[in-house]
């Protein structure tokens, strides 16, 4: 690639410039192409490095005030006694790749594959017509995924809250955990 080995590289500028490239149908440099795999694995191994791969804490950090939200919209949704009027009927949120993976880990479908360009995650919630159970599917750019601790693609409510209630922080939970210190770390959380 033309770099010795004094100098640094950023592998997520590589790999924003090459996807970026792809997508808009431009000319990519030849190198750059022959390395696709290698830089991507990089940008992969770079991010579950500063993830922990998994760290319960991090990914608290991560998608913990994400997961309290949702938490906290799906709760309402589903609430009976909630009206119908003011239940809103689609939230979005924007993010970056780099994003999607931690919520991907914490929801234990990340394929170790970097996201796609304009990838998304879709929650939607359901209710049974005859029992009147609620059930959550996840999907991941347009493909169905089965959330760890769930038994299928169609979740119950209680099973999915659950998966999110283990990563979920409150506002003040994650001023408390922003604030420690290495030496001061709680393991109340």
């Known amino acids: 690639m033309g770099v010795d080995g004094d100098e640094s590289v950023d592998f ?3 790999l924003d ?11 990519s440099c030849p190198v750059l192409k022959d390395f696709q795999q290698t830089i991507e ?3 992969i191994d770079s991010l579950l490095f500063v993830l922990e791969d998994g760290s319960r804490e991090v990914l608290q950090m991560s998608v913990g005030l994400l997961f309290y939200t949702l938490q906290k919209n799906i ?6 006694s909630s009206p119908a009027e003011k239940a809103r009927k689609l939230i979005l949120y924007a993010s970056h790749d780099v994003t999607l993976i931690p919520l ?3 929801l234990g479908t990340f394929d170790r594959k970097w996201p796609p360009y304009a990838a998304d995650v879709t929650l939607e919630l359901y209710r049974h017509r005859q029992s009147k159970e609620w ?5 991941y750019h347009g493909k169905e995924q089965v959330v ?5 693609g169609l979740c119950p409510l209680e099973e999915f809250l659950k998966v999110l ?3 979920s922080v409150s506002p003040e939970e994650y001023n408390n955990l922003c604030s420690q210190t290495e030496g001061n770390q709680q393991s109340d959380l």
Do not use: M, W
Request: proline share 5%; glycine share 6%; aromatic share 10%.
């Open 12 to 14: 997520f500028l590589l």
């Open 17 to 27: 410039n090459i996807y970026a490239e792809q997508v808009h149908g431009l000319p």
């Open 41 to 43: 694995r990089r940008c």
């Open 75 to 80: 709760t309402e949704a589903a609430d009976p």
């Open 104 to 106: 991907l880990l914490a």
């Open 135 to 139: 059930f959550v599917r996840v999907s």
């Open 148 to 152: 760890k601790g769930c038994r299928a």
């Open 165 to 167: 209630s283990q990563y």
